[in-house]
T-cell receptor, first 113, second 112 residues
Framework: NAGVMQNPRHLVRRRGQEARLRCSPV?????VYWYRQLPEEGLKFMVY????????ESGMPKERFSAEFPKEGPSILRIQQVVRGDSAAYFC???????????FGQGTRLTVV | SQQGEEDPQALSIQEGENATMNCSYK?????LQWYRQNSGRGLVHLIL?????REKHSGRLRVTLDTSKKSSSLLITASRAADTASYFC????????????FGKGTHLIIQP
């Protein structure tokens, strides 16, 4: 019973490099959500995707950040030219349809040095 | 924008006691969900209550929803050390276009 799989679990990038975070949803789930969490804080919504479509990206910075959920393969959150402030835990969640229980991955902890 | 706000921010009780956490939100909702997060881990779904429901039970968990006050409470009875975690409420507002909106959470510590 594979849940949401995120990789890598930890990622270290130097300022200016690109970070690629991967999320494989629960099999059969077509809704994927990305969240960012700073230490001691709650989760901040970033983007909501269905297969091949971005439904809501209102929480995602307009520059340097992009997300995709292709027909085949995992969802990717891409951060270009990373800065120290991008250091955080990034969580992916999936659900079979909107507004139902979401299943979370273990997160990717990004550290920008 | 942040929708749910949990209260208190932190709560420390003795094992065996009951723990109550509250959540307030601003706009109308379709449903409200409670999640638990153990340190450094992903979130685990606990319970979902729909806007037309007032109370729901699941094991030692009891959730209430008061849509007139835009608030919810999570009660954990007979707490155990393993209940130590952060608890978040999350709402969905309908329309299918938005993701779950989380509060900052209540950090619960159960003293053995």
């Amino acid at each position: 019973n594979a849940g949401v799989m995120q990789n890598p679990r930890h990622l270290v990038r130097r300022r200016g490099q690109e970070a690629r975070l991967r999320c494989s949803p629960v099999k059969g789930h077509s809704h994927v959500y990305w969240y960012r969490q700073l230490p001691e804080e709650g989760l901040k919504f970033m983007v909501y995707l269905q297969k091949e479509n971005i439904i809501d990206e209102s929480g995602m910075p307009k520059e340097r950040f992009s997300a995709e959920f292709p027909k085949e393969g995992p969802s990717i959150l891409r951060i270009q030219q990373v800065v120290r402030g991008d250091s955080a835990a990034y969580f992916c969640a999936s659900s079979p349809k909107g507004e139902t229980e979401a299943f979370f991955g273990q997160g990717t902890r990004l550290t920008v040095v | 924008s942040q929708q749910g706000e949990e209260d208190p921010q932190a709560l420390s009780i003795q094992e065996g006691e009951n723990a109550t956490m509250n959540c307030s939100y601003k706009t109308s909702i379709n449903n409200l969900q409670w999640y638990r997060q153990n340190s450094g881990r992903g979130l685990v779904h606990l319970i979902l209550i729909r806007s037309n429901e007032r109370e729901k039970h699941s094991g030692r968990l009891r959730v209430t929803l008061d849509t007139s006050k835009k608030s919810s409470s999570l009660l954990i009875t007979a707490s155990r050390a393993a209940d130590t975690a952060s608890y978040f409420c999350a709402t969905t507002s309908g329309g299918g276009a938005d993701g779950l909106t989380f509060g900052k959470g209540t950090h619960l510590i159960i003293q053995p």
